[in-house]
């Protein structure tokens, strides 16, 4: 039995939908990544007042250096654009990115140990972290190799673990003003939410692309 296929103009019709959906997606995600990584600068201006995170200063640093890094600059490795006219930039701008992530991980499983409200928080800002530079290295080693859509696959998934900066600022809140969740209820919960539906959506993403008829042409990774 012959495989499924698309006609020409009903590939081309899927692949304009999927254009338009990346596009309306992608300036959401610039500008809550530079609103994170700008409130992320205070930490650079002001020394916390927070004694706990007074006693990591540096650690924290680090970590928020990293994010704010990443933050930046990953949503420019989705633009289509920007691979096709200025390669060499992209490359630049990828190994920038990969860089930011290294630091922003390795603080930031240094910060998981000292994290408040104890192991749920330490194991749920860990995996994290971990996560967060193993899709990195896994990227990092798949472009080296130049299996290129290997490597988009693990950027997308290490770009999602990246937004948790970001959906943790947006759940913070929610939780404790609009749920009037305590804040010990509201940081362990985030410390998991934050980053587990991200990395569940991301998953999706990579496998449906992966089914996908050859006809089209996958979705762009984060860096090559």
Not at 2 to 17: C, D, E, T, V
Not at 59 to 73: E, F
Not at 132 to 147: A, K, N
Request: aromatic residues 14%; positive net charge.
């Amino acid at each position: 039995m012959s495989g499924f296929s698309l006609s020409p103009k009903m590939a081309i019709s899927i692949r304009n939908g999927k254009a338009r959906l990346v596009a309306a997606l992608w300036w959401p995600m610039l500008v809550s990544s530079i609103a994170v990584a700008m409130y992320g600068s205070f930490y650079f201006l002001v020394r916390p007042s927070d004694e706990h995170f007074s006693r990591f200063i540096l650690p924290l640093r680090l970590h928020i250096a990293g994010g704010m890094g990443a933050l930046l600059s990953g949503p420019w490795q989705f633009s289509e654009k920007l691979r096709a006219r200025a390669i060499n930039r992209h490359r630049w701008i990828g190994r920038f990115y990969l860089l930011s992530v290294g630091i922003g991980s390795i603080a930031g499983f240094v910060m998981s140990l000292v994290s408040k409200e104890g192991t749920p928080t330490h194991l749920g800002f860990g995996i994290l972290a971990v996560l967060w530079f193993f899709t990195g290295l896994q990227g990092y080693i798949t472009v080296r190799r130049r299996d290129i859509p290997a490597h988009r696959r693990w950027m997308i998934r290490n770009f999602a673990l990246t937004l948790a900066a970001v959906t943790l600022r947006n759940y913070l809140p929610l939780m404790l003003f609009g749920l009037h969740w305590s804040f010990r209820t509201t940081y362990v919960v985030v410390s998991w939410s934050c980053w587990v539906p991200n990395l569940l959506v991301a998953e999706w993403m990579v496998q449906r692309s992966r089914r996908a008829p050859a006809m089209i042409t996958p979705d762009p990774g984060v860096c090559e």
